[in-house]
């Protein structure tokens, strides 16, 4: 039978607020929670960043208080306009490209 549910339960997206120019997306879909970061800056240390990306199964979600922490401040700080949402943000050039496993997330914790 299937699912009544869509795929995809939640998302936000948007900018960090000036001077950054880093990109951020919170993705539950009904398996997973998703979370994705591009770092873009013009500093040469930051030349080489790729962007990241984190997908943990809900029950997994429930015991990283890490993660939870950062989606929350990302969420609040879209909340009170803090970061500019987009609703066209390159999603077609997302792809887990963090070398640390996926477990920094520049610019919120």
């Known amino acids: 039978m299937a699912s009544l549910l869509p795929d995809k339960l939640f998302e936000a997206r948007g900018q960090a607020p000036a001077p950054s120019k880093d990109f951020y997306q919170v993705l539950v879909t009904r398996s997973q929670v998703i979370f994705r970061w591009w770092k873009i800056s013009l500093r040469s240390e930051f030349r080489e960043s790729k962007p990241g990306e984190i997908k ?54």
Not at 70 to 80: E, G, N, P, Q, V
Not at 103 to 108: A, E, K, Q, T, V
């Open 56 to 109: 943990e199964a809900h029950e997994d979600f429930l015991d990283d208080p890490s993660l939870q922490k950062t989606i929350l401040l990302l969420l609040s700080d879209i909340h009170r306009g803090r970061i500019q949402t987009s609703k066209h943000l390159p999603l077609e050039h997302v792809h887990s490209g963090a070398t640390d496993g996926g477990r920094s997330c520049p610019g919120l914790v």
